[in-house]
Nanobody
Framework: QVQLVESGGDLVQPGGSLRLSCAAS????????MGWFRQAPEKQRELVAF???????TYADSVKGRFTISRDNAANMLYLQMNSRNPEDTAVYYC??????????WGQGTQVTVSS
């Protein structure tokens, strides 16, 4: 198993910045790909970005140029720097991780609201 705990969600004004963090623990195996997903009210969960252990990154088109994903492998931490926020970014953001033995974990989510 892998436990994931997100933090950093908040209410921000449009155009503002916010950084989300995700702490991973509990796995005896290395964590390969880590990512952020989000789910807005009455919408399906969607990929925001993911990063492999060696640093290969993929972003959803909707966040390219505004969000930056990063990770600290030694600390088992994942981050999402969100800039130029707009109301369409309002959602619950979930951390996701896949271990080398095939286990996939999800965090409980952190609420991000963009509103003036």
């Amino acid at each position: 198993q892998v436990q994931l705990v997100e933090s950093g969600g908040d209410l921000v004004q449009p155009g503002g910045s916010l950084r989300l963090s995700c702490a991973a623990s509990g796995s005896r195996f290395s964590i390969n790909t880590m990512g952020w997903f989000r789910q807005a009210p009455e919408k399906q969960r969607e990929l925001v970005a993911f990063i492999t252990r060696i640093g290969t990154i993929t972003y959803a088109d909707s966040v390219k140029g505004r969000f930056t994903i990063s990770r600290d492998n030694a600390a088992n931490m994942l981050y999402l720097q969100m800039n130029s926020r707009n109301p369409e970014d309002t959602a619950v953001y979930y951390c996701n991780a896949a271990t080398s033995n095939g286990i996939i974990g999800w965090g409980q989510g952190t609420q991000v609201t963009v509103s003036s």
